[in-house]
């Protein structure tokens, strides 16, 4: 199986100056602002490393309920945030880490179980195989 999905960016003028549009094939997000403001400072508009936080906060919290499922076990509720971290590396920037932080209300679920499962999910989203960074994880079982 192979599924594709596409979002697509434009940009006009120079890096501070400049102004640019993300969308997403989903209609989810169509021509939303971006720009060095919303990037390096706390300008208005989205950025590229919020969306990549949403996507692995979306996409550990599925993997996650996928091996919660294989194990024997359904969540109440599951919440996950994901802080992206951009910092300069030589010439240039680079995401060097990700901060996973996940709220869970899982019925009958022992705390180690919980444990193995959410490294688990944390590993092998598909998110988490595309990223280069360090992967962290906080997990609080309720």
């Not at 100056?17 to 169509?30: A, C």
């Not at 599925?62 to 359904?74: C, D, I, N, P, R």
Request: some cysteine; glycine content about 10%.
């Amino acid at each position: 199986m192979k599924i594709e999905r596409s979002g697509s960016a434009t940009w006009s003028g120079g890096l501070k100056d400049g102004r640019g549009t993300v969308s997403l094939e989903s209609g989810v997000l169509k021509d939303q602002p971006y720009g060095f403001a919303a990037r390096f400072e706390s300008g208005p508009g989205t950025n590229p490393e919020e969306l990549i936080a949403a996507a692995h906060a979306g996409c550990f919290t599925m993997a996650l309920s996928l091996v919660l499922e294989q194990a024997g076990y359904k969540a109440t509720r599951m919440s996950t945030n994901a802080v992206v971290t951009l910092e300069k590396a030589g010439d240039g920037f680079t995401i060097s880490a990700v901060a996973l932080t996940l709220d869970a209300d899982i019925p009958g679920i022992d705390e180690a179980t919980f444990r193995r499962l959410t490294e688990d999910a944390k590993a092998n989203c598909p998110v988490s195989k595309l990223l280069n960074a360090a992967i962290s994880l906080q997990a609080r079982l309720r």
